[in-house]
């Protein structure tokens, strides 16, 4: 020490006390009372310097402290968050620990039952936060409620706002009489208590602190052990003997332990049984998304478990489920009649049903049954599954229905049609049933698909398997084997053969008639008709394949014949349509090989039987076969589509045989030339006509073409077009075999035409036949009406001539005259 400052002023310290009696208080007369006071006084006095007491609540003293405004403060437990902004003493002047103080009434005995307790803690108080951390670490939930003085705390548990309170067990032991408290027996923490100064102030006092504890421990007869006597009763080294306050250590690390030991394992079974509760919660979603229905019961009936799709199919609350009997509900409703036989059974098996809902709704189910032996073998019961299998059922049917129908009319296929026929004439053969198959094929609808577009195609198909299935009866099959061809299969007629073809014939000219009828498709109409081959059976054969190919050899043949007709199937048809077949494939050859050939029959004029033109007929001769006419090979070429190749190269051999005899006479000369209706269908015929005729530029009345009433009259809108076209061009038009068709005369009036050619059948029977002369009679006054030239169609006599002179037919044609020969032959008096 500056032995100058022995005789100077002693320097004040100003010290900060609190009440933690009895440690520091206030007394009665309000001066600084307790143990450590005293203590203190007693350092000041030896160190010769005099104390400025300081007294307030102890958070305050915290702020005081932090700001210097005091330069000590007494009776502070240690921090590390306390020692960042206080240095503490050396040596502490006693130890204390946390306790609870409880009201003399509770029954709070440990740590557990303050879970949902509120406790009142000083604040910023170092037990307060030691007990926080307790509970914590056991998971005992309580409120907190802070005050700032030991005082106001003891006073809360005694008005009864909290249910304890937190202090050390000195301060603890000094209020508990005052406050009639019970000291509990949750203890926790002991710690020892320091004076402390402001981090880094001036440690002379702290040094002359901890210089006289240091003595006075030493020394039991000191003053430090003289004022613990008087302020505690204790008159050990310290306030507690070691070997208790080690017991007690002991102790308390030994019911930690234990408690964390029981801490953790309440933990764990916790944590198992939140797992287990977990897991239960997940296995009930997923029974549940399961979209199947899945419900187990014991053998009275009782459901033990069932998922939503089973609650929802039997019409049961999930909730309720287990106060169900599912006896007692499958008997409750109709809808679950099925389910009943399989339920009651006693043997686990796999079997496909149908199955009506609560609400009624159709649901096929594979359904298992499995039995269950039940926990411990001691509640057997079934586990049933009842997987919905309604999607895969409708996809299944889909499909099936997708394999024997047609696409575009939903009528039955080839597929389809071959299983009924398989069936119709397994019954035929077993009840002597007789039956007939139709095969029924459009007319020329590959020209309306190639001309019209396929759209328009499919409209037709569509609407002529409407047609069909509105004329058929109910039994009949219609079935579409593809593109234009229909069957119709009648299974049941009459026992006799020919009876029963009678009344095949019946319903294919019904149908043919029904075909006929205009059909209109985007604003326009079509009229269609249909080749119909017709087998019976078994009087044509009794296997389906064989009959589907005979009645299409018959329809082959009805086409063949013209189209538009119905023909039966015969014996030597095969042979004939196999010849007709090799025909087609010879025809292909033919253009190339030069095969076909054209000649020409002149027309001459009435008044001067002069050749004012030709008509140009084809000729085919056949390597094997030699010459076939053109009523034999063109309605090949026809269904073979090489009519247009054909029918082009005709054109053109004409426009070159007009240029010719243009070059070598003077006299006007016209060529005649056939149109089939294929021609007239196709959609560039115009543009090549109109090519043909500008690159030989031949003049255009010289190029006649005839057509027949039949394609003026079945193609009416597109005829119409393409005859003001031809006249555009200056082309000439003649009607062909006139008198053999419908004869509209009021059709043909409308339509710029140039001749009519009265067809031979008429001609061969004048003048002797009175039918036919009436007939020639009526055509050539109609036509002089109508300004139309006549030209008479195979003059064999001269008594025709004279007959048609007389009643001015201006053109004759015919044999009497020259028969259709190659050009360099025709006789040349009819030349000029
Ligand atoms: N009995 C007899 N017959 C006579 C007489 N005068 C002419 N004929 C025959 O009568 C037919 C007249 O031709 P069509 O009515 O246009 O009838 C033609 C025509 O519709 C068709 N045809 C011929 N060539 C062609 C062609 O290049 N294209 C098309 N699309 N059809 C053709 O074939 C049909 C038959 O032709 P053809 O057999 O050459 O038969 C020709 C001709 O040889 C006669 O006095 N007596």
Same mark, same amino acid.
């Given at each position: 020490?500056?032995?100058?400052?022995?005789?100077? @002023?002693?320097?004040?310290?100003?010290?900060?006390?609190?009440?933690?009696?009895?440690?520091?208080?206030?007394?009665?007369?309000?001066?600084?009372?307790?143990?450590?006071?005293?203590?203190?006084?007693?350092?000041?006095?030896?160190?010769?310097?005099?104390?400025?007491?300081?007294?307030?609540?102890?958070?305050?003293?915290?702020?005081?402290?932090?700001?210097?405004?005091?330069?000590?403060?007494?009776?502070?437990?240690?921090?590390?968050?306390?020692?960042?902004?206080?240095?503490?003493?050396?040596?502490?002047?006693?130890? $204390?620990?946390?306790?609870?103080?409880?009201?003399?009434?509770?029954?709070?005995?440990?740590?557990?039952?303050?879970?949902n307790k509120s406790i009142a803690l000083l604040e910023n108080g170092i037990n307060?936060?030691?007990?926080?951390?307790?509970?914590?670490?056991?998971?005992?939930?309580?409120q907190a409620v802070y005050a700032n003085s030991y005082h106001k705390i003891f006073?809360?548990?005694?008005?009864?706002?909290?249910?304890?309170?937190?202090?050390?067990?000195?301060?603890?032991?000094?209020?508990?009489?005052?406050?009639?408290?019970?000291?509990?027996?949750?203890?926790? %923490?002991?710690?020892?208590?320091?004076?402390?100064?402001?981090?880094?102030?001036?440690?002379?006092?702290?040094?002359?602190?901890?210089?006289?504890?240091?003595?006075?421990?030493?020394? +039991?007869?000191?003053?430090?052990?003289?004022?613990?006597?008087?302020?505690?009763?204790? %008159?050990?080294?310290?306030?507690?003997?070691?070997?208790?306050?080690?017991?007690?250590?002991?102790?308390? $690390?030994? #019911?930690?332990?234990?408690?964390?030991?029981?801490?953790?394992?309440?933990?764990? /079974?916790?944590?198992?049984?939140?797992?287990?509760?977990? =897991?239960?919660?997940?296995?009930?979603?997923?029974?549940?998304?399961? +979209?199947?229905?899945?419900?187990?019961?014991?053998?009275?009936?009782?459901?033990?478990?069932? %998922?939503?799709?089973?609650?929802?199919?039997?019409?049961?609350?999930?909730?309720?489920?287990?106060?169900?009997?599912?006896?007692?509900?499958?008997?409750?409703?109709?809808?679950?009649?099925?389910?009943?036989?399989?339920?009651?059974?006693?043997?686990?098996?796999?079997?496909?049903?149908?199955?009506?809902?609560?609400?009624?709704?159709?649901?096929?189910?594979?359904?298992?049954?499995?039995?269950?032996?039940?926990?411990? @073998?001691?509640?057997?019961?079934?586990?049933?599954?009842?997987?919905?299998?309604?999607?895969?059922?409708?996809?299944?049917?889909?499909?099936?229905?997708? #394999?024997?129908? @047609?696409?575009?009319?939903?009528?039955?296929?080839?597929?389809?049609?071959?299983?009924?026929?398989?069936?119709?004439?397994?019954?035929?053969?077993?009840?002597?049933?007789?039956?007939?198959?139709?095969?029924?094929?459009?007319?020329?609808?590959?020209?309306?698909?190639?001309?019209?577009?396929?759209?328009?195609?499919?409209?037709?198909?569509?609407?002529?398997?409407?047609?069909?299935?509105?004329?058929?009866?109910?039994?009949?099959?219609?079935?579409?084997?593809?593109?234009?061809?229909? $069957?119709?299969?009648i299974p049941e007629l009459d026992q006799d053969i020919n009876k029963a073809e009678?009344?095949?014939?019946?319903?294919?000219?019904?149908?043919?008639?029904?075909?006929?009828?205009?059909?209109?498709?985007?604003?326009?109409?079509?009229?269609?008709?249909?080749?119909?081959?017709?087998?019976?059976?078994?009087?044509?054969?009794?296997?389906?394949?064989?009959?589907?190919?005979?009645?299409?050899?018959?329809?082959?043949?009805?086409?063949?014949?013209?189209?538009?007709?119905?023909?039966?199937?015969?014996?030597?048809?095969?042979?004939?349509?196999?010849?007709?077949?090799?025909?087609?494939?010879?025809?292909?050859?033919?253009?190339?090989?030069?095969?076909?050939?054209?000649?020409?029959?002149?027309?001459?004029?009435?008044?001067?039987?002069?050749?004012?033109?030709?008509?140009?007929?084809?000729?085919?001769?056949?390597?094997? =076969?030699?010459?076939?006419?053109?009523?034999?090979?063109? +309605?090949?070429?026809?269904?073979?589509?090489?009519?247009?190749?054909?029918?082009?190269?005709?054109?053109?051999?004409?426009?070159?045989?007009?240029?010719?005899?243009?070059?070598?006479?003077?006299?006007?000369?016209?060529?005649?030339?056939?149109?089939? /209706?294929?021609?007239?269908?196709? =959609?560039?015929?115009?543009? =090549?006509?109109?090519?043909?005729?500008?690159?030989?530029?031949?003049?255009?009345?010289?190029?006649?073409?005839?057509?027949?009433?039949?394609?003026?009259?079945?193609?009416? /809108?597109?005829?119409?077009? /393409?005859?003001?076209?031809?006249?555009?061009?200056?082309?000439?038009?003649?009607?062909?075999?006139?008198?053999?068709?419908?004869?509209?005369?009021?059709?043909?009036?409308?339509?710029?035409?140039?001749?009519?050619?009265?067809?031979?059948?008429?001609?061969?029977?004048?003048?002797?036949?009175?039918?036919?002369?009436?007939?020639?009679?009526?055509?050539?006054?109609?036509?002089?009406?109508?300004?139309?030239? $006549?030209?008479?169609?195979?003059?064999?006599?001269?008594?025709?001539?004279?007959?048609?002179?007389?009643?001015?037919?201006?053109?004759?044609?015919?044999?009497?005259?020259?028969?259709?020969?190659?050009?360099?032959?025709?006789?040349?008096?009819?030349?000029?």
């Amino acid at each position: 020490q500056n032995p100058d400052s022995l005789n100077a @002023d002693p320097p004040d310290v100003r010290v900060g006390y609190f009440d933690t009696h009895p440690l520091s208080f206030r007394n009665s007369n309000g001066d600084p009372d307790g143990l450590i006071i005293d203590l203190l006084n007693e350092v000041a006095a030896t160190g010769n310097m005099k104390i400025q007491w300081v007294y307030d609540e102890f958070p305050n003293h915290i702020n005081n402290i932090k700001s210097g405004r005091i330069d000590v403060l007494v009776s502070v437990a240690y921090s590390e968050e306390r020692a960042r902004y206080m240095d503490y003493s050396a040596l502490n002047f006693t130890n $204390v620990w946390g306790q609870v103080f409880l009201p003399a009434n509770s029954d709070i005995e440990s740590l557990f039952d303050l879970n949902n307790k509120s406790i009142a803690l000083l604040e910023n108080g170092i037990n307060g936060q030691n007990f926080l951390q307790q509970c914590e670490l056991f998971e005992v939930n309580c409120q907190a409620v802070y005050a700032n003085s030991y005082h106001k705390i003891f006073t809360m548990v005694d008005n009864g706002e909290v249910d304890a309170a937190v202090s050390n067990n000195m301060v603890g032991a000094e209020f508990q009489d005052q406050y009639d408290l019970l000291a509990s027996s949750i203890v926790f %923490n002991p710690f020892k208590v320091y004076i402390t100064k402001p981090l880094g102030a001036d440690p002379v006092f702290l040094n002359l602190y901890d210089q006289r504890m240091r003595l006075w421990k030493d020394d +039991p007869e000191s003053f430090y052990y003289q004022t613990r006597m008087k302020w505690t009763h204790q %008159n050990q080294h310290d306030t507690i003997p070691y070997w208790i306050l080690y017991t007690i250590l002991g102790l308390f $690390v030994f #019911a930690l332990i234990a408690i964390i030991a029981a801490v953790l394992f309440k933990r764990q /079974v916790n944590r198992r049984v939140n797992e287990l509760s977990q =897991r239960e919660i997940q296995l009930n979603q997923i029974i549940n998304i399961v +979209p199947h229905m899945i419900y187990a019961n014991d053998y009275q009936g009782r459901f033990i478990l069932a %998922n939503d799709f089973a609650c929802d199919f039997f019409g049961i609350e999930n909730k309720q489920v287990e106060k169900e009997n599912i006896y007692a509900i499958l008997k409750s409703s109709p809808n679950f009649q099925n389910l009943i036989a399989y339920t009651t059974s006693s043997n686990p098996f796999n079997t496909e049903i149908e199955a009506r809902n609560s609400r009624g709704e159709q649901i096929s189910l594979m359904m298992s049954k499995v039995p269950y032996s039940g926990r411990n @073998d001691k509640e057997p019961a079934v586990v049933t599954v009842g997987v919905d299998i309604s999607q895969t059922k409708q996809y299944e049917e889909e499909i099936e229905y997708l #394999a024997n129908h @047609d696409a575009l009319t939903g009528l039955p296929n080839r597929l389809l049609l071959s299983d009924r026929l398989k069936s119709s004439l397994a019954r035929a053969e077993q009840f002597k049933h007789v039956g007939a198959i139709l095969y029924i094929d459009l007319d020329n609808f590959k020209n309306i698909n190639d001309s019209q577009g396929h759209k328009v195609g499919d409209k037709l198909i569509k609407k002529v398997a409407i047609m069909l299935k509105k004329s058929a009866t109910p039994g009949d099959t219609i079935a579409r084997l593809g593109g234009d061809e229909f $069957v119709i299969e009648i299974p049941e007629l009459d026992q006799d053969i020919n009876k029963a073809e009678q009344q095949a014939l019946l319903v294919a000219e019904k149908l043919s008639t029904q075909l006929k009828k205009p059909i209109i498709i985007e604003d326009k109409q079509y009229n269609i008709t249909a080749s119909i081959g017709v087998v019976v059976y078994p009087r044509d054969g009794n296997r389906q394949s064989l009959l589907i190919q005979r009645a299409d050899t018959a329809m082959y043949e009805a086409k063949f014949n013209g189209r538009n007709r119905i023909q039966v199937f015969e014996k030597g048809l095969e042979a004939k349509v196999k010849k007709q077949h090799q025909l087609e494939n010879d025809l292909r050859l033919a253009l190339q090989n030069k095969e076909i050939v054209m000649v020409y029959q002149p027309i001459v004029a009435a008044d001067s039987l002069k050749m004012v033109g030709t008509e140009i007929l084809l000729r085919w001769h056949h390597p094997v =076969r030699g010459t076939i006419m053109p009523t034999d090979f063109i +309605p090949i070429a026809e269904s073979a589509q090489l009519i247009l190749e054909i029918g082009y190269w005709t054109i053109e051999k004409a426009c070159q045989q007009i240029l010719t005899w243009r070059e070598t006479t003077d006299q006007p000369f016209f060529v005649a030339i056939n149109l089939s /209706v294929i021609q007239f269908r196709d =959609r560039e015929f115009l543009g =090549r006509i109109t090519d043909l005729v500008n690159k030989y530029n031949i003049p255009r009345n010289y190029l006649e073409f005839e057509v027949t009433e039949s394609i003026l009259l079945n193609e009416s /809108v597109r005829s119409m077009e /393409v005859i003001n076209q031809l006249k555009m061009l200056g082309i000439k038009l003649s009607i062909d075999d006139f008198g053999t068709g419908y004869s509209s005369f009021d059709y043909i009036r409308k339509l710029p035409l140039d001749k009519i050619k009265i067809d031979k059948s008429f001609i061969e029977d004048i003048p002797s036949d009175n039918n036919s002369v009436t007939i020639v009679k009526t055509i050539l006054n109609m036509a002089h009406e109508m300004n139309l030239q $006549v030209v008479a169609e195979g003059v064999e006599n001269k008594e025709q001539m004279e007959f048609l002179r007389e009643h001015q037919c201006q053109f004759f044609q015919g044999y009497l005259f020259s028969k259709p020969k190659e050009v360099n032959k025709i006789p040349k008096k009819f030349r000029f």
